[in-house]
């Protein structure tokens, strides 16, 4: 059967069915079925964040069953259920039925407690059978809690896995979300199905756009050192800087998989955010579970094996910061501003270290502030885009609407300040070490003061992307003075 997109979720129906089963009670699943998503990793991952010293408990929780581990979990998590990626094709399929007065029950190996509150905040269902703490109600428990319920052959049942397949043998009917080939075959020789719920998931595409390989040319900075030192000439040196933006780019990205993950639910409210892979259900939460390490591991191998040690060191420093920038630094007002910006310009560092080249403190100091620039405009982007009120806070930021103007104006300041580091490195005698005719240098000044003010000006009005680097990065006015600036740089060796 053919794929659809998220947007084109869709139920198949695979035969008629008649207008008697009105009668017949309609069971759903809630894991990968209701929502697309599992309530079990959510929480888990909540409590990853909130509570990251309780993971130490969860191998003894474990021991005592995987539904006393759920419980434990649900009674120290409440997940939000306006909240949750549901399944828009199944969820217009139900709200059908219930308007043609069947009885909906929500029968899920979910604990009881979270599937309360989804059920409560639906207001679809009649009924919520779930685990207890004692009893995981999945395969054969489930399908002989709704057999003690509603009778062999009395129910119809929305499943999505080969774990439903039990209840599928003693239900009515068999609708299925998602299933396998394999799966839709044993659940068509043990039931009648009648309906298949399908959309995008697991495709090269989300997998890309979970890595955000776009973001990518963030990681280009690493070959400032190798152009400002002059060392691009050197063969190995391009070689040993190509090797560290590969190891970079695999990084950021098992950073930003697991940024995502821990903001799930932040992502989910966002007007641009909740399109993501993993907010938006088509990527499940242990597949990015499983990619986060294999790409932090395949960075470190690559570092390892090509880079100096002090790269590899740098890079583990970038994971720390980044990583306490996710969980905890994110929601500091200013001190966020900073660690980002310091994360730019560990980039630029690492790109030095990969080619044992000492980066000079006027380079420093210029993309210190260049940096801190683009990453107060960001701040400044993120609270126009959202619309937020003067006195209403930005989700997990520490901003406000009327912070909109101070964060703007910083940003323009930082933006100039480097233009002035740039003026005195031209007017120092360091510049003569590296260039013959450094007062052509003067001419990328007033080139960096439009791009600076100009950025400013369309962030101003609303029209620059909420993340300024990358657009400079895709914006042919940048280009057009990145080459000028070349050319300046050029004509002054």
């Known amino acids: 059967m053919s794929m659809h997109a998220p947007s084109t979720e869709q139920s198949i129906p695979l035969e008629s069915v008649p207008d008697a089963r009105n009668d017949q009670a309609l069971c759903v699943d809630l894991d990968q079925s209701l929502i697309a998503t599992d309530v079990l990793w959510e929480s888990l991952l909540v409590l990853l964040k909130l509570q990251p010293w309780l993971l130490m408990a969860l191998p003894f929780w474990l021991l005592q069953g995987r539904a006393a581990l759920k419980r434990r979990i649900a009674e120290r998590v409440i997940l939000d259920p306006s909240s949750l990626p549901y399944r828009q094709d199944v969820l217009a399929f139900l709200r059908q039925e219930k308007a043609r007065g069947r009885t909906l029950v929500l029968a899920t190996a979910s604990d009881y407690q979270p ?4 059920a409560a905040h639906l207001g679809l269902f009649s009924e919520v059978l779930a685990s207890d703490g004692i009893v995981n109600l999945s395969g054969p428990r489930k399908q002989q809690a709704l057999v003690s319920r509603f009778g062999e052959q009395g129910f119809d049942y929305i499943g999505d896995s080969a774990t439903d397949l039990p209840v599928w043998s003693s239900a009515k009917r068999a609708l299925l979300v998602d299933p396998t080939p394999r799966v839709l075959t044993n659940a068509a020789n043990s039931s009648t199905v009648t309906n298949v719920f399908r959309r995008e998931s697991h495709s090269i595409k989300n997998i890309v756009r979970a890595l955000r390989v776009g973001q990518w040319v963030k990681n280009v900075l690493v070959f400032l050192p190798l152009l400002a030192s002059h060392h691009f000439v050197r063969w190995e040196s391009v070689r040993l800087t190509a090797w560290a933006f590969l190891s970079f780019c695999l990084c950021a990205s098992s950073i930003y998989i697991l940024n995502d993950l821990l903001d799930l639910p932040a992502d989910r409210r966002h007007p641009k955010k909740k399109f993501r892979p993993f907010a938006s259900g088509v990527l499940s939460i242990r597949y990015g579970l499983a990619l986060c390490p294999i790409l932090f591991l395949c960075a ?3 570092a390892t094996a090509t880079l100096p040690s002090a790269f590899l060191s740098l890079l583990v420093l970038y994971v720390v910061t980044t990583t306490g920038y996710s969980i905890l630094f994110k929601q500091v007002a200013i001190l966020d501003v900073l660690i980002l910006a310091a994360l730019y310009s ?13 980066i000079s403190a006027w380079l420093l100091a210029f993309s210190m502030f260049l940096f801190l620039s683009l990453a107060f405009t960001k701040r400044h982007l993120e609270l126009h885009y959202r619309k937020v009120g003067k006195k209403q806070a930005l989700e997990r930021r520490a ?3 009327l912070d909109k103007h101070a964060l703007g104006t910083m940003s323009v300041i930082s933006g100039y300040l480097s233009v002035l580091v740039l003026a005195l490195y031209i007017n120092s005698q360091d510049v003569r070490a590296l260039y013959q005719n450094p007062k052509a240098l003067w001419l990328a000044c007033p080139l960096l003061l439009y791009w600076i003010s100009r950025n400013y000006l369309l962030a101003h ?4 992307d909420d993340d300024p680097l990358v657009l400079a990065l895709k914006d042919p006015q940048s280009y057009i003075i990145a080459v000028v600036m070349g050319l300046v740089a050029i004509f002054a060796l």
């Open 399 to 401: 901003y406000q609407g």
């Open 461 to 464: 009005r609303g029209t620059l």
């Open 346 to 358: 560990l980039r630029v560092l690492a790109g030095g270290f990969a080619i044992n080249v000492p």
């Open 300 to 302: 470190v191998s690559i």
């Open 115 to 118: 599937a309360e509150g989804i």
